[in-house]
């Protein structure tokens, strides 16, 4: 499974970027997620969505990301408003399969600065 991340770029920060995420094939998905990594700092989990529709943030961007899938396109979504100069890395897409597989995307560069 090849994953296709779009939607990085340079934003002022208290900006608003979003982030899309497809598969290049039609897949079931228990789960799909978004993860970061900044110069210097270990990946870390930014947002993620269960097949239900249950999300996880993590607290630094509660309230300002929102994790949404469109399970009809196998696409996930990450809406990011009121952008900071911390959440400047590579985003990263992952998605898990039935199996437990997981499969990640290339990364996005998301750079917040005036």
């Known amino acids: 499974v090849q994953l296709q991340a779009s939607g990085g770029g340079l934003v002022q920060p208290g900006g608003s970027l979003r982030l899309s995420c497809a598969p290049d094939r039609s897949f079931y998905f228990i789960n799909m997620g978004w993860y970061r990594q900044a110069p210097g700092k270990q990946r870390e989990l930014v947002a993620d969505?269960?097949?239900?529709?249950?999300?996880k943030y993590a607290d630094s961007v509660k309230g300002r990301f929102t994790i949404s899938r469109d399970n009809a396109k196998n696409t996930v979504y990450l809406q990011m408003n009121s952008l900071k100069p911390e959440d400047t890395a590579v985003y990263y897409c992952?998605?898990?399969?039935?199996?437990?597989?997981?499969?990640w995307g290339q990364g996005t560069q998301v750079t917040v600065s005036s």
């Open positions: 969505i269960t097949s239900g529709g249950s999300t």
């Open positions: 992952k998605v898990v399969n039935l199996f437990r597989d997981e499969y």
